[in-house]
């Protein structure tokens, strides 16, 4: 029985069950696209949502264990509306909200029993396509500004190697939408609107950017081409 | 998890999807006042308060409307106060009595309602809704014992019973869900009186609107604490309609409009 384990082997034992516990759920893809920013999850679930909305102009997404990343988003729109109530609408901003994300999962990773086996996305659509925001958080706090677009889960490398080669910025959200049904598939047919999750942050709302894209509009984008 | 900046709870103490609640245990000196202190018992200056509001169901929903007026005292405080806010996308809030208090508690009652979506992830019931409300006027209660009084109205399209709905409350916030439509405020009586005599089932939209730009004109004719339409500058009462499609306030330029031709009419002996 041995008395004595470095903290490299430590923080690798962590990682490492940490990355196995989200690589064993499905992966989602987010894009930043002319008319808004576009998250698509493989999730058969009408309920239990992966993305949700934090607030006007934020979304937040999670993959890996469900009642983990659910007490970080109810955690991250409790800290939005404080601010927003407390100061002004505006003054809620997705960077500062990574941060947080990021100190808490960054404090569990070394400090708790067991790591959260979470990836999570904190969105912001911007005035213009440039002023997109995605910011990636890992399970052990490190914080990922992404451009363009990001891919959360398991099988992220897999997925970022086909989406490079075909996401441009010029995608509206329906071009977003089927890119996303197509790179989630591990096959060549893109997935039914019955296993996809998808919300889109619309630019051009003045309040409340944050809807919910399913059923038949899904099923008619899905069909388009 | 006590080293996280975000707000975390031990189960027993979680807030829930309520925002009042999550406020008291993070920053309830960000709460509205709930006490004057000092024991006071009236305040020693001009509270500003504003005056009169309508909500009137029609055939699709209900009609909201209030004037611009604020007073201090004999004192016009505000010539563009507006009194008629959007609760959510599906229905609104009508303040009268101390418009400080009045002011944040739609304010907090917007994030209140907004909170509950998004940690719920559905939306309250109407009736839900006009609960939460009663709450926070009962928090009041102590500040409408030393004067400052809020009465709001609320209104709203019930989706699950496919009509609108009309709540009335008091200084106690007790509740009262209104058949037609109510009237508050310093010349709530005119106005009410105005609509009893007009109202009839089944109304459209349009006849809803004029109706209720014509109980605030006969309230302010009758109250000076009430503004009617200001021609001059160009004030306007404001006028949401809320139905299926949810809250949309009507434009000024419409309003302005309908003000024209009610003048006008009475000028030629027809109504007022």
């Given at each position: 029985?041995?008395?004595?384990?470095?903290p490299?082997?430590v923080?690798?034992?962590?990682a490492?069950?940490?990355?196995?516990?989200?690589?064993?759920?499905?992966?989602?893809?987010?894009?930043?696209?002319?008319?808004?920013?576009?998250?698509?999850?493989?999730?058969?679930?009408?309920?239990?949502?992966?993305?949700?909305?934090?607030?006007?102009?934020?979304?937040?997404?999670?993959?890996?264990?469900?009642?983990?990343?659910?007490?970080?988003?109810?955690?991250?729109?409790?800290?939005?509306?404080?601010?927003?109530?407390?100061?002004?609408?505006e003054?809620?901003?997705?960077?500062?909200?990574?941060?947080?994300?990021?100190?808490t999962?960054?404090?569990?990773?070394?400090h708790?029993?067991?790591?959260?086996?979470?990836?999570?996305?904190?969105?912001?659509?911007?005035?213009?396509?440039?002023?997109?925001?995605?910011?990636?958080?890992?399970?052990?706090?490190?914080?990922?500004?992404?451009?363009?677009?990001?891919?959360?889960g398991?099988?992220?490398?897999?997925?970022?190697?086909?989406?490079?080669?075909?996401?441009?910025?010029?995608?509206?959200?329906?071009?977003?939408?089927?890119?996303?049904?197509?790179?989630?598939?591990?096959?060549?047919?893109?997935?039914?609107?019955?296993?996809?999750?998808?919300?889109?942050?619309?630019?051009?709302?003045?309040?409340r950017?944050?809807?919910?894209?399913?059923?038949?509009?899904?099923?008619?984008?899905?069909?388009?081409? | 998890?006590?080293?996280?900046?975000?707000?975390?709870?031990?189960?027993?103490?979680?807030?829930?999807?309520?925002?009042?609640?999550?406020?008291?245990?993070?920053?309830?000196?960000?709460?509205?006042?709930?006490d004057?202190?000092?024991?006071?018992?009236?305040?020693?200056?001009?509270?500003?308060?504003?005056?009169?509001?309508?909500?009137?169901?029609?055939?699709?929903?209900?009609?909201?409307?209030g004037?611009?007026?604020?007073?201090?005292?004999?004192?016009?405080?505000n010539?563009?106060?507006?009194?008629?806010?959007?609760a959510?996308?599906?229905?609104?809030v009508?303040?009268?009595?101390?418009?400080?208090?009045?002011?944040?508690?739609?304010?907090?009652?917007?994030?209140?309602?907004?909170?509950?979506?998004?940690?719920?992830?559905e939306?309250?019931?109407?009736?839900?809704?006009?609960?939460?409300?009663?709450?926070l006027?009962?928090?009041?209660?102590?500040?409408?014992?030393?004067?400052?009084?809020?009465?709001p109205?609320?209104?709203?399209?019930?989706?699950?019973?496919?009509?609108?709905?009309?709540?009335?409350?008091?200084?106690?916030?007790?509740?009262?869900?209104?058949?037609?439509?109510?009237?508050?405020?310093?010349?709530?009586?005119?106005?009410?009186?105005?609509?009893?005599?007009?109202?009839?089932e089944?109304?459209?939209?349009?006849?809803?609107?004029?109706?209720?730009?014509r109980?605030?004109?006969?309230?302010?004719?009758?109250?000076?604490?009430?503004?009617?339409?200001?021609?001059?500058?160009?004030?306007?009462?404001?006028?949401?309609?809320?139905?299926?499609?949810g809250?949309?306030?009507?434009?000024?330029?419409?309003?302005?409009?309908?003000?024209?031709?009610?003048?006008?009419?009475?000028?030629?002996?027809?109504?007022?």
């Open positions: 029985m041995p008395f004595y384990v470095s490299e082997q923080m690798k034992d962590r490492d069950y940490a990355r196995k516990g989200i690589a064993r759920g499905r992966s989602l893809v987010a894009f930043s696209a002319t008319d808004g920013i576009v998250v698509v999850a493989e999730n058969p679930s009408r309920t239990l949502y992966k993305i949700s909305e934090i607030y006007d102009r934020i979304a937040f997404a999670g993959v890996g264990k469900y009642n983990e990343f659910e007490m970080l988003r109810i955690a991250g729109v409790r800290q939005a509306d404080i601010k927003g109530y407390s100061f002004a609408r003054d809620v901003n997705a960077r500062a909200l990574a941060n947080a994300y990021a100190q999962l960054g404090q569990v990773f070394t708790e029993m067991k790591p959260y086996e979470v990836e999570i996305l904190v969105a912001q659509v911007g005035a213009t396509q440039e002023d997109d925001e995605l910011f990636h958080i890992l399970y052990d706090g490190t914080v990922v500004d992404e451009q363009g677009f990001t891919v959360l398991g099988e992220a490398e897999r997925i970022i190697e086909v989406t490079r080669d075909r996401y441009t910025a010029d995608l509206d959200h329906g071009g977003a939408v089927r890119l996303g049904a197509a790179v989630l598939s591990t096959d060549d047919t893109p997935l039914p609107a019955a296993s996809l999750e998808v919300a889109f942050l619309d630019r051009s709302r003045t309040r950017a944050f809807g919910r894209i399913r059923g038949d509009e899904l099923t008619a984008i899905l069909e388009a081409s | 998890m006590n080293e996280s900046p975000l707000p975390f709870f031990a189960s027993g103490d979680d807030p829930g999807a309520s925002f009042v609640d999550l406020l008291r245990r993070v920053a309830p000196d960000h709460l509205p006042a709930s004057l202190g000092g024991g006071t018992r009236s305040t020693p200056f001009e509270v500003t308060h504003g005056t009169t509001i309508v909500a009137i169901r029609y055939a699709d929903g209900v009609v909201m409307a004037d611009r007026r604020a007073t201090a005292g004999s004192t016009i405080a010539r563009r106060m507006e009194k008629v806010f959007p959510d996308d599906y229905s609104g009508a303040i009268a009595g101390a418009a400080g208090p009045a002011v944040d508690m739609v304010r907090l009652f917007q994030v209140q309602l907004e909170h509950y979506e998004k940690i719920e992830g939306l309250l019931s109407l009736e839900g809704k006009a609960n939460q409300l009663a709450g006027i009962r928090a009041n209660l102590p500040m409408a014992m030393q004067g400052m009084v809020v009465v109205l609320f209104a709203g399209y019930d989706e699950r019973r496919g009509h609108g709905r009309v709540f009335s409350y008091d200084a106690l916030g007790g509740r009262y869900e209104e058949a037609d439509f109510q009237a508050t405020g310093s010349g709530g009586v005119h106005a009410r009186n105005w609509i009893k005599a007009q109202w009839s089944g109304m459209t939209r349009d006849d809803a609107v004029d109706l209720a730009l109980a605030l004109f006969a309230a302010a004719d009758e109250d000076s604490a009430t503004g009617g339409p200001d021609l001059i500058r160009g004030i306007y009462p404001v006028v949401a309609v809320i139905d299926r499609d809250y949309v306030a009507v434009p000024d330029a419409d309003i302005a409009a309908r003000a024209n031709v009610l003048i006008g009419g009475r000028e030629e002996g027809a109504g007022l």
